[in-house]
């Protein structure tokens, strides 16, 4: 929609840079262009947990948008990025004056909503092990380029990271990861992960029979 992109600023971040701070307040809704960038919490004894990791053409920040007055997590870049502002008080226009516009930022609410409620679910009922599968099989969704050595997930992920994602302790998403790498199903290097064999870990993942 042209009104959109003449409403918006186009900013270059270098990875590791803060896009905003939990806290502050919210002027604008943001769309990654190009790059990676996690969505982080920290916790009351100074941890951080990893909420979302964005990817190109996701919005992110519209804490504005939605008419809360500040941001309720950080944004940091996970590799140099190019993003997309939108001034809050022009998305609340965009929204009031274009229903197609209105109907895709439902939809885009009503997605974050299944996936929050999808996670929810699985952090309270299901095993470390399926939560960690899950969570890697979905990155590989998103980020996953074919090699010859399997299917590696394109964002650096720490075990620290995986274990924030997974709402687990980084000891059991270590001893999970070095299982499945001895296994044969994956290969844990320091900040990334190749899934060797897909079905073994969709099977885990599933619940439908142990790894080999």
């Not at 022009?90 to 929204?95: I, N």
């Not at 929050?116 to 092990?129: G, K, N, P, S, Y």
Request: with cysteine.
């Amino acid at each position: 929609m042209l009104e959109v992109a003449r409403c918006c600023r186009l900013r270059r971040f270098e990875r590791g840079a803060f896009v905003f701070f939990e806290g502050t307040r919210a002027r604008a809704v943001q769309v990654l262009y190009t790059g990676r960038v996690k969505v982080v919490r920290e916790t009351d004894d100074g941890r951080e947990v990893i909420i979302r990791i964005i990817q190109p053409g996701e919005i992110f920040g519209g804490a504005g948008g939605w008419g809360r007055e500040v941001y309720p997590a950080t944004a940091v870049t996970l590799e140099d990025s190019r993003i997309l502002e939108l001034p809050s008080e022009d998305f609340a226009t965009l929204v009031e004056r274009y229903s197609d516009f209105a109907m895709a930022m439902i939809r885009e609410l009503a997605t974050r909503l299944r996936e929050a409620e999808a996670r929810i679910l699985e952090l309270q009922t299901e095993r470390v092990e399926r939560r960690i599968a899950r969570t890697l099989l979905r990155l590989a969704n998103k980020t996953g380029t074919k090699t010859e050595r399997g299917i590696e997930i394109g964002v650096p992920l720490s075990r620290q990271s995986l274990a924030d994602l997974c709402g687990t302790t980084l000891s059991t998403a270590s001893r999970v990861l070095s299982g499945w790498d001895r296994a044969g199903i994956i290969f844990a290097e320091r900040e990334h992960v190749t899934i060797r064999h897909a079905h073994q870990l969709v099977a885990i993942a599933e619940d439908i029979a142990e790894a080999e």
